[in-house]
């Protein structure tokens, strides 16, 4: 599976942003996407994620600002981000889980986009 994230940017407190993760290859076997972000001197932290057909997870810092959504026509998965702040400031990276083998020996890999960075300022 390959994902190619976009939509960063440079934007002001209070602003707006929607984040696009594309992905291809062996799409079929995607199981949970999701967002992550990694402040500078930070570690990597879950923002959102949806579960395949599945109800949505996003983290508290965010919730009621962000909107985690996905097309699974179009394999696409979206992070929508209002009322942005400057600790929002990071690089973020669409994340996919994927599942594949016979049901007795399931395989579980994670697969990472390239990041993207949002920068707010204050």
């Known amino acids: 599976v390959q994902l190619q994230a976009s939509g960063g940017g440079l934007v002001s407190t209070g602003g707006s942003l929607r984040l696009s993760c594309a992905a291809s290859?062996?799409?079929?076997?995607?199981?949970?996407m999701g967002w992550y972000r990694q402040a500078p001197g930070k570690e990597r932290e879950l923002v959102a994620n949806?579960?395949?057909?599945?109800?949505?997870t996003l983290a508290d810092a965010v919730k009621g600002r962000f909107t985690i959504s996905r097309d699974y026509a179009q394999n696409t998965l979206y992070l929508q981000m209002n009322s942005l702040r400057p600790e929002d400031t990071a690089v973020y990276y669409c994340?996919?889980?994927?599942?594949?083998?016979?049901?007795?020996?399931?395989?579980?890999?994670?697969?990472w986009g390239q990041g993207t960075q949002v920068t707010v300022s204050s």
């Open positions: 994340n996919a889980v994927v599942e594949y083998g016979p049901v007795e020996r399931v395989v579980t890999e994670d697969f």
């Open positions: 290859g062996r799409t079929r076997n995607i199981k949970n």
């Open positions: 949806v579960a395949n057909f599945g109800p949505t």
